[in-house]
């Protein structure tokens, strides 16, 4: 039998998987506590379980870490970023943003990204390859083991779009929710997607969690140009389907929304965004733009932003403005992965089947 990957592995999966050698369900909970809750790095450590129950257990599954950091930086305004090495020699990143009570970890779920957002650097590399599951799990444990305090929220914004690797990222919210595992409320943990509306239907289906919509535009002509998903699920399309999502909690819907200078940020556009969002229980977080190189955007005049909130507020919208944290390591979503040249390696072939 081929060796798999044990934090791969949902709980769920795991017990199924563990009844099939011929032990019995509660041993993968045992083993679950060991990975997740005691840091074991051995199944030798696992001392509450038969050396016969071991031995099969260590016979099918490998316990080694997936990631192997390369570089770390910490930004002026406290937030960390980090990159890692997986096995095949690709790279992704995961960023840590402080805030006055919250520790939010950004993690990636892909190695590059098939969306193609004209206004992100991870767009411009294209989709590598989908991120294991162990692969996305282990950004979480190698960086809650470097940090003093706890990690409070998890939001996944980092590198690829989540839904489009919907399977894995399901099964690492149940690592991160479930009891036996790591045991996060699911309030804490946030979905960030582009617009797949596929995605966004069978995650409501299956779990519930908080989602952001990456909107960046107020009309489909201009969201057409900077976000090409869009010509398959026009806004409408998209905010129909958000609507109906089953959002924990308070159910506050998030929108994101990219500010670039001269193509999203216009008066006109700000009303069309009252249009769109008027009657939603929703919050709105408007980034000035990043600028990056060999991006074709400007960060807009602040003049211009809060003259954009305003008119979101005087809608009765609430809307936020948020800095692209960590200016000077690129702190936005791809830019320090997307600043090393990758190695093409496509081991999965996993096609991008709604794109
Ligand atoms: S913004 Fe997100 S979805 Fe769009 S290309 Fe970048 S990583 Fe992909």
Same mark, same amino acid.
């Given at each position: 039998?081929?060796?798999?990957?044990?934090?791969?592995?949902?709980?769920?999966? +795991?017990?199924?998987?563990?009844?099939?050698?011929?032990?019995?369900?509660?041993?993968?909970?045992?083993?679950?506590?060991?990975?997740?809750?005691?840091?074991?790095?051995?199944?030798?450590?696992?001392?509450? +379980?038969?050396?016969?129950?071991?031995?099969? &257990?260590?016979?099918?599954?490998?316990?080694?870490?997936?990631?192997?950091?390369?570089?770390?930086?910490?930004?002026?305004?406290?937030?960390?970023?980090?990159?890692?090495?997986?096995?095949?020699?690709?790279?992704?990143?995961?960023?840590?943003?402080?805030?006055?009570?919250?520790?939010?970890?950004?993690?990636?779920?892909?190695?590059?990204?098939?969306?193609?957002?004209?206004?992100?650097?991870?767009?411009?590399?294209?989709?590598?390859?989908?991120?294991?599951?162990?692969?996305?799990?282990?950004?979480?444990?190698? &960086?809650?083991?470097?940090?003093?305090?706890?990690?409070?929220?998890?939001?996944?914004?980092?590198?690829?779009?989540?839904?489009?690797?919907?399977?894995?990222?399901?099964?690492?919210?149940?690592?991160?929710?479930?009891?036996?595992?790591?045991?996060?409320?699911?309030?804490?943990?946030?979905?960030?997607?582009?617009?797949?509306?596929?995605?966004?239907?069978?995650?409501?289906?299956?779990?519930?969690?908080?989602?952001?919509?990456?909107?960046?535009?107020?009309?489909?002509?201009?969201?057409?140009?900077?976000?090409?998903?869009?010509?398959?699920?026009?806004?409408?399309?998209?905010?129909?389907?958000?609507?109906?999502?089953?959002?924990?909690?308070?159910?506050?819907?998030?929108?994101?929304?990219?500010?670039?200078?001269?193509?999203?940020?216009?008066?006109?556009?700000?009303?069309?965004?009252?249009?769109? +969002?008027?009657?939603?229980?929703?919050?709105?977080?408007?980034?000035?733009?990043?600028?990056?190189?060999?991006?074709?955007?400007?960060?807009?005049?602040?003049?211009?932003?809060?003259?954009?909130?305003?008119?979101?507020?005087?809608?009765?919208?609430?809307?936020?403005?948020?800095?692209?944290?960590?200016?000077?390591?690129?702190?936005?979503?791809?830019?320090?992965?997307?600043?090393?040249?990758?190695?093409?390696?496509?081991?999965?072939?996993?096609?991008?089947?709604?794109?």
């Amino acid at each position: 039998m081929q060796v798999k990957k044990i934090r791969d592995f949902s709980p769920k999966k +795991l017990e199924s998987f563990i009844v099939e050698l011929g032990e019995k369900p509660f041993r993968a909970r045992q083993v679950c506590k060991w990975l997740y809750q005691k840091d074991a790095v051995s199944f030798d450590e696992m001392t509450d +379980l038969s050396i016969e129950t071991r031995g099969k &257990i260590k016979s099918v599954f490998d316990i080694e870490p997936t990631l192997k950091i390369i570089e770390e930086q910490k930004s002026t305004d406290g937030t960390l970023k980090y990159l890692f090495e997986l096995s095949d020699s690709n790279r992704i990143e995961s960023v840590i943003i402080p805030e006055k009570k919250r520790l939010t970890l950004c993690i990636s779920s892909q190695v590059g990204c098939a969306l193609g957002c004209k206004f992100c650097l991870t767009g411009t590399v294209g989709k590598i390859r989908n991120l294991d599951t162990s692969e996305i799990i282990d950004q979480y444990l190698f &960086i809650s083991s470097k940090l003093p305090g706890p990690i409070t929220n998890i939001v996944f914004m980092g590198m690829g779009e989540p839904l489009d690797n919907i399977e894995r990222v399901i099964d690492t919210i149940e690592i991160l929710t479930d009891k036996n595992a790591i045991g996060m409320s699911s309030k804490r943990i946030t979905v960030s997607t582009s617009g797949l509306v596929s995605g966004i239907n069978e995650l409501g289906k299956r779990i519930s969690v908080n989602l952001s919509i990456s909107l960046n535009a107020s009309n489909d002509n201009t969201r057409n140009e900077v976000m090409p998903i869009n010509k398959k699920y026009p806004i409408r399309k998209l905010i129909n389907s958000a609507v109906k999502y089953p959002l924990p909690g308070r159910k506050t819907l998030t929108f994101e929304y990219v500010l670039l200078k001269g193509v999203n940020d216009s008066v006109k556009n700000a009303h069309e965004v009252v249009e769109l +969002l008027k009657g939603i229980n929703c919050k709105i977080n408007l980034i000035p733009f990043n600028e990056a190189y060999p991006l074709p955007y400007n960060t807009p005049e602040m003049n211009r932003v809060y003259e954009f909130q305003k008119i979101l507020e005087n809608a009765k919208i609430n809307a936020k403005i948020r800095k692209s944290r960590g200016r000077d390591i690129l702190g936005a979503c791809g830019q320090l992965a997307a600043k090393y040249p990758h190695k093409i390696n496509s081991r999965n072939k996993e096609q991008s089947a709604d794109i």
